[in-house]
């Protein structure tokens, strides 16, 4: 099971960065593409930081 959140974590993790550098460099009149961009960066922050606190509670 740890392997499985582990790699949630570093997949999740990894698309914050690749989204939110999307986010961050896009063509800020296209709201869209921002927005859907942020949402996704928003849902690798969170879900990352939830399967880092995983680790970090089944970890002896």
Do not use: E, P
């Amino acid at each position: 099971m740890n392997k499985l959140i582990a790699l949630v974590c570093v997949i999740s993790w990894s698309g914050f960065w690749a989204f939110g550098y999307l986010a961050l460099s896009a063509d800020f009149s296209n709201t869209s593409q921002v927005t859907v961009a942020t949402i996704l960066a928003a849902v690798g922050f969170l879900t990352g930081t939830f399967a880092y606190i995983a680790l970090g509670r089944h970890h002896h």
